[in-house]
């Protein structure tokens, strides 16, 4: 006998049914595939790590080249004067009743010429080789006598021979 709602009028309830089927095949495949999916999603991350280093080398690159570029055009050096231009601009004289006014431009080329402190920075130039000897030892001596060691009294293994 089927069963029925308590009023009677409803239909008979029915309880659905879940079939197992078992495929060992399924099984395997299911039990296998952690490994495989695994290695899967790690294949795929490689491939997005890769492709967002060539992008970000792309865009260091593309700021790198940008800052050179600006870098460039800032420190571009101003074109000389011809030199009608410069004798021109260089000197101007007024004339008043009891004053002479003389106005002269000045460019640091000049002042370093003069004055020999204003210009383009050179490196020295060192003698020779030798003189760089000379100072080497002299700085390992001073660095043995700063920290106290004394001579012939260094800390150091001696070959047996």
């Given at each position: ?69 600006n870098l460039y055009h800032s420190y571009k ?16 004289e007024y004339d008043t009743e009891n004053v ?36 080497a030892t002299d700085d390992d001596e001073m ?19």
């Open positions: 006998m089927k069963r029925k709602s308590d009023s009677g009028n409803k239909k008979p309830f029915q309880r659905k049914t879940t079939e197992l089927v078992f495929d060992p095949q399924k099984r395997i495949e299911f039990l296998t595939g952690f490994h495989k999916r695994k290695q899967h999603r790690r294949k795929v991350a490689q491939g997005e790590m890769q492709r967002k280093v060539k992008e970000e080398t792309k865009r260091i690159r593309a700021e790198a080249k940008d800052k050179m570029r050096p101003i074109p000389e004067l011809t030199e009608e231009d410069k004798a021109d601009h260089q000197e101007d002479t006014v003389k106005v002269v431009e000045l460019s640091t080329r000049d002042l370093a010429k003069k004055n020999n402190w204003i210009g383009e920075n050179h490196g020295a130039v060192k003698e020779d080789e030798e003189s760089e000897l000379d100072e660095e043995e006598q700063e920290l106290g060691v004394i001579p012939g009294m260094e800390a150091g293994r001696r070959e047996k021979g």
